[in-house]
């Protein structure tokens, strides 16, 4: 049965020894066709450097879809740290 995974969103990360840290997310899951489609929230997580698994049963995520809504997830939240440091630049320049 195809999987479309969407809506990634960050939880967290845990801290420790590199073998020991790993990523958390949530994305919604929908499965099966017209219809009969069911979308549901789930959790995945990843050890930093590896790939993407569920939670709830362990199995790993589709290949590269998680990844990819990552990788988008990181460069939007890029872009708004560099819109944050670009007003603040400004707000010091008019202060001056």
């Not at 997310?25 to 549901?40: F, N």
């Not at 789930?42 to 050890?47: E, F, I, L, M």
């Amino acid at each position: 049965m195809k999987m479309r995974i969407s809506d990634f969103e960050m939880i967290g990360r845990t801290e420790g020894k590199f073998d020991e840290r790993f990523e958390f997310a949530t994305v919604v899951v929908t499965t099966g066709y017209l219809w009969w489609k069911k979308s549901e929230l789930r959790t995945v997580a990843r050890q930093l450097g590896e790939t993407w698994f569920f939670i709830d049963s362990g199995e790993l995520t589709p290949v590269f879809q998680v990844e990819k809504l990552w990788s988008d997830y990181l460069e939007k939240e890029r872009a708004k740290a560099r819109s944050e440091i670009a007003a603040a630049a400004m707000e010091r320049m008019k202060n001056k």
